[in-house]
């Protein structure tokens, strides 16, 4: 069955550096997606992308943080200047259409993201 | 706005025994409900999803869950417990045309054997 790929499981990062986070949608799909979620708290909407552009942004996702497509299969979460507060698991995401209920979202197994 | 509260983090049950996991809606426009579990070093997996079709919604692994309006509720249950059940799930709502999903804070499942 296909399934959402990310790297790494695990990165551990210094205040202030920027760390790309990495996904591999499924293929056929066309709208992919970041959450986060923090210890403890919940899974929180960050971004969906569409035909190369943000779709839908929260107020999470400032200008710290950007996505990019950079090729026909990776789908990358870049920030900038990491603070200690961006420490969270980070899950991507990826659906065939627009719409929850008939189009489910497929999640990978998240990125766990340690800022010291 | 729309936002879901899962009623305790932690849940433990025998195995053989009933699985209640809460969930609480709020929602200002007919709401779409998930459930998605986790197990150690997975995606999230879907459970089941209410469509406004039936409010009695039966997924996979036996779990199903009901939707009732008067409670704003969308509470998992599965009637008998299995070890493989352990795992952590999540309740999610989202609106028909929306791309974003809101999630609860999840609530992990261990099953005693």
């Known amino acids: 069955e296909p399934e959402v790929t990310q790297t790494p499981s695990h990165q551990v990062t210094q205040m202030g550096q920027e760390v790309i986070l990495r996904c591999v949608p499924i293929?056929?799909?066309?709208?992919f997606y970041w959450y986060r979620q923090i210890l403890g708290q919940k899974v929180e909407f960050l971004v969906s992308?569409?035909?190369?552009?943000?779709?839908?942004k929260s107020e999470i996702f400032d200008d710290q943080f950007s996505v990019e497509r950079p090729d026909g299969s990776n789908f990358t979460l870049k920030i900038r200047s990491t603070k200690l507060e961006d420490s969270a698991m980070y899950f991507c995401?990826?659906?065939?259409?627009?719409?929850?209920?008939?189009?489910?979202?497929?999640f990978g197994p998240g990125t766990r993201l340690t800022v010291t | 706005a729309q936002s879901v509260t899962q009623l305790g983090s932690h849940v433990s049950v025998s195995e053989g025994a009933l699985v209640l996991l809460r969930c609480n809606y709020s929602?200002?426009?007919?709401?779409?409900l998930f459930w998605y579990v986790q197990y150690p070093n997975q995606g999230l997996q879907l459970l089941l999803k209410y469509t406004s079709a039936a409010t009695l919604v039966k997924g996979i692994n036996g779990f199903e869950a009901e939707f009732k309006k008067s409670e704003t509720s969308f509470h998992l249950t599965k009637p008998s417990a299995h070890m493989r059940d352990a795992a952590e799930y999540f309740c999610a709502v989202t609106e028909y045309t929306g791309n974003q999903f809101y999630f609860g804070t999840g609530t992990s499942l261990t099953v005693i054997p």
């Open positions: 995401a990826s659906s065939e259409a627009l719409g929850g209920v008939s189009y489910e979202q497929y």
């Open positions: 929602s200002s426009v007919p709401p779409y």
């Open positions: 293929s056929n799909h066309l709208y």
């Open positions: 992308f569409y035909n190369n552009e943000i779709s839908e």
